[in-house]
T-cell receptor, first 114, second 113 residues
């Protein structure tokens, strides 16, 4: 089954404790992206990746890191989480970024930072 | 930069009512336009899309027409069902080298039996 998976689905952590949210897709997609969803703000892009070893900042990259060492994986790293990073996070992938292909979204990771 | 404005909800309708969710956009070049739907507890799914002016996207009884003259992409359905209850997001993808999806804030639709 073609899908984007994220782990964990739910995470409660404390300020300053490094964490990683994993994202994996099995569709051989080139383009991957991370969004955060906050009430009243919709979805905002954090980082994106055009292909392996190519990443770039989205609209709200502060406090986040990403890497793209393999085509299928695109982990999101919070080196020192803060309460304002409490949010619902979505990973998405698309066959290509240069054409209007559908983006496939993962099920989301709800992060709470206390 | 690009932006999307959609009507704020929540929208509450009775089953079989007509639905319109307004969406207008600001973009340079020739963007592609999308409607995504998010059912409770799930990720977003593409509902429909249109890639050029006057295109009509349609799926599951929903329709939206890409109107360049009014920079709009309103979502419509003639007869909603309880199962249509979800959050609907209008989004655009810029033309040229702009790869990002820009989303509206989302509209919560609740359909009552």
């Amino acid at each position: 089954e073609a899908q984007v998976t994220q782990n964990p689905r739910y995470l409660i952590t404390v300020t300053g404790k490094k964490l990683t949210v994993t994202c994996s897709q099995n569709m051989n997609h080139e383009y991957m992206s991370w969004y955060r969803q906050d009430p009243g703000l919709g979805l905002r892009q954090i980082y994106y990746s055009m292909n392996v070893e190519v990443t770039d900042k989205g609209d709200v990259p502060e406090g986040y890191k990403v890497s793209r060492k393999e085509k299928r994986n695109f982990p999101l790293i919070l080196e020192s989480p803060s309460p304002n990073q409490t949010s619902l996070y979505f990973c998405a992938s698309s066959l290509s970024a240069t054409t209007p292909y559908e983006q496939y979204f993962g099920p989301g990771t709800r992060l709470t930072v206390t | 930069g690009n932006s999307v404005t959609q009507m704020e909800g929540p929208v509450t309708l009775s089953e079989e009512a007509f639905l319109t969710i307004n969406c207008t956009y600001t973009a340079t070049g020739y963007p592609s336009l999308f409607w995504y739907v998010q059912y409770p507890g799930e990720g977003l799914q593409l509902l429909l899309k249109a890639t050029k002016a006057d295109d009509k996207g349609s799926n599951k009884g929903f329709e939206a027409t890409y109107r360049k003259e009014t920079t709009s992409f309103h979502l419509e359905k003639g007869s909603v069902q309880v199962s249509d209850s979800a959050v609907y997001f209008c989004a655009l993808k810029g033309g040229g080298s702009n790869y990002k999806l820009t989303f509206g804030k989302g509209t919560l639709l609740t359909v009552n039996p």
